[in-house]
T-cell receptor, first 113, second 112 residues
């Protein structure tokens, strides 16, 4: 079956603009995660959804970042008033039920000029 | 306390050799330790994982060794191949915590 997909694969924007990043999890996976990976670093947790609700958003760096998952499947990460420091690869992962394994998508590379 | 420390930062191994990557953690609540492999431009892919009720887990050429008392775990890649050249991340989490805490990564280069 299809894995986790993310769109766009690359996004270039200007400082101050608004961006939306989309994640399509593996079908049937109830848990969905967003991570951010800066160059040369490991992924860092941003937010975790169980179903439609954000179960843990403790990793969101500030209130410019917001994520939704309105129907419990596709999720959108939204970043307002982008800053150059937001440039990174944003990774989405999904997990099935009570299993441990998180499956990652290919990521969206965000560049803020 | 939520950190996972990983070493070395980079590693060069000859084809056929053994690659060893080490990780250490502080939080004794961690009870699930996966290793992920990441190729350039791709997302991390699960390689192998272990729970602390066993000291070693082997899957093909990949082995995790786990030392609960030392709070350390390591990945061994036997008979390393050029196709193993990638960045490897250790991670940790625990039931109820949900999110993965990643190490800083090790860039492995296997020379032909």
């Amino acid at each position: 079956g299809a894995g986790v997909s993310q769109t766009p694969s690359n996004k270039v924007t200007e400082k101050g603009k608004y961006v939306e990043l989309r994640c399509d999890p593996i079908s049937g996976h109830t848990a969905l995660y967003w991570y951010r990976q800066s160059l040369g670093q490991g992924p860092e947790f941003l937010i975790y959804f169980q179903g439609t609700g954000a179960a843990d958003d403790s990793g969101l760096p500030n209130d410019r970042f917001f994520a939704v998952r309105p129907e419990g499947s596709v999720s959108t990460l939204k970043i307002q008033r982008t800053e150059r420091g937001d440039s990174a690869v944003y990774l989405c992962a999904s997990r099935q039920g009570s299993t441990d394994t998180q499956y990652f998508g290919p990521g969206t590379r965000l560049t803020v000029l | 306390q939520q950190q996972v420390k990983q070493s070395p930062q980079s590693l060069i191994v000859q084809k056929g050799g053994i690659s060893i990557i080490n990780c250490a953690y502080e939080n004794t609540a961690f009870d699930y330790f996966p290793w992920y492999q990441q190729f350039p431009g791709k997302g991390p892919a699960l390689l192998i994982a272990i729970r602390p009720d066993v000291s070693e887990k082997k899957e093909g050429r990949f082995t995790i060794s786990f030392n609960k008392s030392a709070k350390q775990f390591s990945l061994h890649i036997m008979d390393s191949q050029p196709g193993d050249s990638a960045t490897y991340f250790c991670a940790a989490t625990y039931t109820g915590f949900q999110k993965l805490v990643f190490g800083t990564g090790t860039r492995l280069l296997v020379s032909p």
